[in-house]
């Protein structure tokens, strides 16, 4: 089938549309509607099914695969393999759902899971998705405040977590901070579940604390039933970043999240079941969630979950792994093959990856060359996908399931099933013509696998995505532009969200954290282009006493205290990649920044006319602070 005529129909016929690709999955209740949009923007799709996420991943498939492998767990941090079969893994989710439930979860509570990439974070996820509870995965390498606030905001009866996660053989204690963040939350969860990989200390609090391991071994026999849920209640919620310093809870359904991910499989990424997939991402990002744990089991594949660096102990690892397991389909971000594009060739040609057939990278903009290397080393079609944490799957794409469409270099592609796109101009809302940058939107309803709302806050969801230009469209906040073919290209961000190395972060909730260093008076967060990471942030701060930064190395120790700030309350993840110190910053006269005028200074443009700006010294201030 030609591509247009299939995404065509799933514009024009939505409802008859999804409801066929809806048969991909299992419900045990069939659904009475397919599409309520009744009070838009609030989509509901499936109304009255009755499924469930972890049926349809695990159970579902035993007829036919239980001896078939389902989680294959690799980590070259700690040296340790393990494949677990679909029945397998059933049983240890059952086993996690027990222990949940032995310690009071129920239906419709939330769980929070704060681990490394280790099997039972998988466990805790399908656990919470069989019985009800909502799952809230939080990514192992933020600290201790990013932490407190997401308890906050989720108020979670149970944490899960670990010992400790490791990166680059550096071992990376958890206990320590996760204490340190139900200390400052204010909500309290009634008990915390650890699992000790004998990794680092652990100290327990009596009570609170539960071990695992004993509670695993004295439930491994459980028989925990799926329990069957509405399509629309929720299955998860996931944080991420946006224009306050506050996250978003992206809140998630069940039947429709789980039709999107079995339509992707088939038409997106083309597995088949029984083949293997792996996706590189963490299970504390969005990718993780799609296209490592649910995707991939939901397809019936096996999914790998890997714990390490591209490079260590070399630039092999990933391709030994492709070989050893026969993986078809592999996912990861253009960050991470820019690190293996500075190795030697040698380690890729080592090994037989002649079973891949494509691989899929996301989370940030794809350049020409990294494209072009990567695709030409392993002799595959490289297929770069558009989204966002808030769909879930992917927006732009090339569907190769349905119709071989030619890539375009430079742009992820057309728009996927059932999103109705839109280039509009900031200002008036108008349609953007062929070639013309606007704000990339989309048109209401938001095909299913979208979030449902932002968690306990109906009216932030309205407000912030579909109020955001001039008439009701969903913003997804990124620049980008039509071609005339129809091809989109994506431009970088309209609001202060920057990209470092595929992760999104907000530069107000860096800008918080630095702001808590007591010398420091003011600060502007902006994300600088970089050949690497996509863009590193830097950080210019106004300091309250600036002889405390007189001379050279006064100045890289407070650097190294302020990384050492950021690395205390978000994690490394949000530590700046410079801390450069001035007296004054570009700001209007209203006291706004002028961020962008500070991102074009550093990345050697021109910031352009600046008619509204305070004190235009303020921008040679920047310049003299980039100076060596
Ligand atoms: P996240 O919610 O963390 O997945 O980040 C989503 C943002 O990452 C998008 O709004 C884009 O700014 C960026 N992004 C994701 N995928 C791509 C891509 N394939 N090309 C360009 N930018 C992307």
Not at 467 to 484: C, H, K, N, Q
Request: glycine fraction near 8%; charge should be negative.
């Amino acid at each position: 089938m030609q591509y247009e005529q299939f995404y065509r129909r799933s514009i024009e016929q939505p409802e008859s549309f999804w409801a066929e690709e809806a048969a991909r999955i299992h419900w045990e209740e069939p659904f009475s509607r397919t599409l309520d949009y009744s009070r838009a923007p609030f989509a509901r799709w499936f109304i009255g099914g009755k499924t469930n996420l972890c049926y349809n991943a695990v159970d579902r498939h035993l007829p036919q695969r239980a001896q078939q492998p389902a989680l294959i767990a690799v980590s070259t941090e700690t040296g340790s393999e393990r494949t677990y079969t679909y029945a397998e893994l059933q049983q240890e989710v059952m086993a996690m759902a027990a222990v949940m439930q032995s310690l009071g979860v129920e239906r419709g509570d939330r769980v929070l899971i704060y681990m490394p990439m280790i099997a039972e974070a998988v466990f805790a996820m399908l656990a919470c998705a069989r019985i009800g509870a909502v799952h809230s995965v939080v990514f192992g390498g933020f600290a201790s405040n990013s932490l407190a606030s997401r308890i906050d905001d989720a108020q979670p009866c149970l944490i899960v977590s670990a010992d400790a996660g490791s990166r680059g053989g550096k071992v990376i204690p958890y206990k320590g901070l996760l204490d340190e963040a139900i200390r400052q939350a204010g909500h309290k969860p009634a008990r915390v579940l650890l699992v000790d990989r004998g990794l680092a200390d652990l100290p327990r609090t009596p009570e609170r604390d539960a071990d695992y391991a004993p509670l695993r071994r004295q439930y491994l026999d459980a028989q925990v039933p799926v329990t069957w849920l509405e399509s629309n209640e929720t299955s998860y919620i996931l944080y991420t970043s946006g224009t306050t310093g506050k996250p978003k809870g992206v809140q998630r359904d069940i039947g429709g999240y789980a039709v999107a991910l079995a339509s992707s499989m088939q038409h997106i990424f083309c597995g088949q079941p029984g083949e293997t997939y792996f996706c590189t991402s963490d299970i504390g990002w969005v990718v993780g969630h799609s296209y490592i744990v649910y995707g991939p089991l939901i397809h019936g594949m096996a999914t790998m979950l890997y714990e390490g660096l591209p490079i260590r102990p070399d630039a092999g690892v990933w391709w030994s792994i492709v070989e050893k397991y026969k993986v078809t389909r592999m996912f990861s971000a253009p960050t991470a093959i820019r690190v293996l594009k500075k190795q030697p060739p040698e380690f890729m040609q080592k090994y037989d990856t002649s079973s891949l057939k494509a691989l899929y990278l996301a989370g940030e903009p794809l350049d020409e060359t990294t494209s072009s290397w990567i695709s030409d080393a392993l002799k595959v079609p490289v297929i770069d996908n558009y989204w966002q944490t808030e769909s879930g799957w992917p927006i732009i794409s090339i569907a190769r399931g349905v119709d071989d469409k030619p890539t375009r270099l430079g742009s992820p592609g057309v728009p996927m099933a059932g999103y109705r796109m839109a280039i509009l101009n900031e200002a008036t809302g108008a349609e953007c013509g062929a070639n013309e940058k606007g704000v990339v939107a989309i048109e209401g309803p938001l095909p299913p696998g979208c979030m449902q709302t932002v968690y306990g806050d109906d009216e932030r969801f309205v407000n912030t995505y579909w109020r955001s230009l001039p008439r009701e469209v969903y913003s997804t906040f990124d620049w980008g532009i039509r071609d005339a073919d129809g091809y989109y290209f994506i431009l970088g961000r309209t609001d202060d969200v920057i990209n470092v190395a595929g992760h999104r972060l907000g530069t107000r909730e860096i800008e918080e954290s630095i702001s808590s260093h007591p010398n420091v008076s003011e600060v502007a967060v902006v994300g600088v282009e970089d050949k690497l990471k996509g863009q590193a942030a830097y950080a210019f701060v106004i300091l309250k006493n600036a002889d405390a930064a007189a001379t050279p190395q006064q100045k890289s120790a407070l650097e190294a205290e302020i990384m050492g700030v950021v690395d205390r309350q978000i994690g490394a993840v949000g530590r700046p990649s410079r801390v450069l110190f001035v007296g004054l910053l570009p700001k209007t006269r209203s006291g706004k920044l002028l961020r962008r005028a500070i991102q074009a200074i550093c990345e050697g443009r021109d910031p352009g006319e600046l008619p509204t700006i305070e004190d235009p010294a303020a921008l040679e201030q920047v310049r003299a602070a980039l100076r060596p």
